[in-house]
């Protein structure tokens, strides 16, 4: 066997090939490594080594922040404020929840109010 299979062979056997799959369900800021981290930070976790998670933690944390940093610095607040406030929103997760009835408008709404409200005469 020569010296290159050798050496392959103890590379697979101390470092084994890890495969992570990123989903379409997970975050935009999760990659394969952070997920690697989360798995290591869990198993850490499980195992009772509390310190040594809370620090993988901790740098996991930074890694994501980054990465929402970075996703959002090509949009300017100043040319575009509803393209910041859309990405905002999918980073947070949440969805726009202002849906306008139809045939609803600031004038039916302020003729509605004026007919409602009683007239006061002096």
Request: proline share 5%.
């Amino acid at each position: 066997m020569p010296l290159y299979n050798i050496a392959l062979q103890l590379l697979d056997l101390f470092y084994p090939l890890r495969s992570i799959t990123v989903t379409s369900r997970d975050p935009n800021c999760i990659t394969a490594a952070i997920k690697a981290k989360l798995r290591r930070k869990n198993r850490l976790m499980r195992a009772g080594r509390i310190e040594e998670a809370n620090a993988l933690a901790q740098r996991i944390g930074k890694e994501i922040a980054y990465r929402n940093k970075t996703r959002l610095s090509h949009i300017s607040p100043r040319s575009s404020v509803k393209d910041l406030c859309a990405a905002v929103r999918q980073l947070s997760g949440r969805k726009q929840s202002t849906i306008i009835p139809e045939g609803v408008s600031a004038e039916s709404l302020n003729r509605h109010h004026a007919e409602m409200s009683p007239l006061i005469t002096v």
